[in-house]
């Protein structure tokens, strides 16, 4: 099933993995959630699609992070080039 979501949020636990020869690592959760507001753009109502959730171990969130910051220059940079925020005449 795929949806869309208007926020997210990331904190550390509360799961954990085990680690080969004892101890556990502290996951990183992402959430992705509708805020308060937000409308079922078919229905009207209130959106009630449940969040999703996954748990990533430090190394896959620094990985997404880092994609993430790549996409934002990215998005940056084409908006800055086709003089996007420039009022259209």
């Not at 680690?19 to 079922?40: E, N, S």
């Not at 959730?53 to 790549?70: G, K, M, S, V």
Request: contains cysteine; negative net charge; hydrophobic residues 40%.
């Amino acid at each position: 099933m795929s949806g869309y979501r208007f926020e997210i949020e990331a904190s550390a636990g509360p799961a954990r993995r085990k680690r080969v020869g004892g101890g556990a690592v502290l996951l990183v959760r992402v959430r992705l959630f509708d805020g308060p507001g937000v409308v079922d753009l078919a229905t009207g109502e209130p959106a009630s699609v449940p969040d999703a959730f996954t748990d990533l171990d430090p190394r896959e969130a620094r990985e997404l992070a880092f994609c993430l910051l790549a996409a934002a220059e990215h998005a940056e940079q084409q908006t800055l080039q086709s003089n996007y925020w420039q009022a259209r005449r």
